[in-house]
């Protein structure tokens, strides 16, 4: 089975302080935020920090730092969304943590996004096991052991604290990742490049933005290590399977995270720099993913610029 990573520029492994390691799949997740109090990820913003460190029951931050969270006594499942520029990975190290076993209490450490009961990366498209990635524990007191990092610029915590006064205290760092691969794009602007480093890889970059993506360089399913395919000049969606491995570039919209779920909107491979209209596409949902498929027998690059549509060119989702 192919991984599926995301560009440029991550995951679910559970722990009890002082009880045995639990396993669990996604229907069967113990913290899921529900839908009532899920955040809009899109009206987030890369502009301010919490004040004095901060947060709430739902929260987004993408500056490093130390974050404290202290229950007021709801008994919601709450989200700490955490997101780094594309080519950066996010660490989380527990502080402190006073969460009561006894009374349901627990936070958990996700190596991606869960929103609406949808993951990113997806099981699929991640190079860890969903077991991996997910991190709960709880306690009377101690601190957990170990320092969490994630695989891709995003990362979250559950936490399920009911009792008023309790908590948790975390620093967030992003440090830099050598070879990105899965992504998610704040903004609604940008110029990207995804590389797979010549590995049996598949990557992708999520844009949480209805986005009209143009590709302005492509070299897929064409250089590899020792020659150059005799691959049709310019842009195809006919030789993709044809040659190597099957490496292509595919443009996905959807209005989840899920990427194994998305509408296909274009599939292209083989060697082009130019601005050519065929390599141009409206995506309309409210999430745009360019994905790179890589069977590790090319090394391949795809550079693409987005912008939201114009208003000549409404799409339906």
Known sequence: MNQICAIFIGCLHMVVVSTSPLTTSLSKLPLQITSSNEPDIRLSKRTARSSGGQIGCTHMESFPGEYQYVSDGTSAVCGLYLIGQPDQIVQVTFEDLNVNCHTGGAVAFFDGWELQHELFPSEFDHPLGFNERYHMFCNGGAVPMKMFTSSQNVAMLHFLVKEVGEGFKIKVNFLPNPQPCNAVAMLEFGTLTMKNYGLRRNCSVSIIYPEEIQLVNVDVGVTS????????????????????????VQLLNGNGLD???????????????????????VLSCQHSVVRMVSSGEFHNTVTFMYAPPAESQPGTC
């Not at 290590?225 to 292509?248: I, N, R, T």
């Not at 292209?268 to 065929?278: A, F, I």
């Open 225 to 248: 290590e020792s020659s150059v395919y005799e691959a049709e000049v310019g842009l195809s969606d006919k030789q993709c399977l044809k040659y190597g491995g099957g490496d292509y």
């Open 259 to 281: 990427t194994t779920i998305m509408r296909t909107k274009g599939i292209l491979c083989g060697m082009d720099s130019k601005n050519e209209k065929e390599a141009s596409f």
